[in-house]
Nanobody
Framework: QVQLVESGGGSVQAGGSLTLSCTAS????????MGWFRQAPGKEREGVAS????????YYADSVKGRFTISQDNIKNTVFLQMNSLKPEDTAMYYC????????????????????????WGQGMQVTVSS
């Protein structure tokens, strides 16, 4: 079964930084889509960022653009989310996700990522930003 193992969550003061990591195993990582999502209490799940592993093409939600950076280590099948200038509104459970199937682009729409194409999910990590 596909495994997505996450690390790096925690608590930080506003303006601080955190880096999340997600390592995929038993998964066709090449030429596929990996993403980061988050969900705060009372809100819908939001696609934060994605990366197409084939050429490194990225997508960012407007709410994090300019502050967050998604990157990858293809040899280790690992994706990262570098989060800088964190704000209290970034507080949420963060999930790593991988697209279903053996390959495909991230297919981001103007209004965000299509959650339904991501069939594999990490366990989730709490990120708390205090003011």
């Amino acid at each position: 079964q596909v495994q997505l193992v996450e690390s790096g969550g925690g608590s930080v003061q506003a303006g601080g930084s955190l880096t999340l990591s997600c390592t995929a195993s038993k998964y066709t990582y090449t030429n596929n889509c990996m993403g980061w999502f988050r969900q705060a209490p009372g809100k819908e799940r939001e696609g934060v960022a994605s990366i197409y592993t084939g050429d490194g093409d990225t997508y960012y939600a407007d709410s994090v653009k300019g502050r967050f950076t998604i990157s990858q280590d293809n040899i280790k099948n690992t994706v990262f989310l570098q989060m800088n200038s964190l704000k209290p509104e970034d507080t949420a459970m963060y999930y790593c996700a991988a697209r279903t199937g053996y390959g495909g682009r991230c297919l981001a729409r103007p209004d965000g990522l299509q959650t339904h194409i991501f069939g594999h999910w990490g366990q989730g990590m709490q990120v708390t930003v205090s003011s």
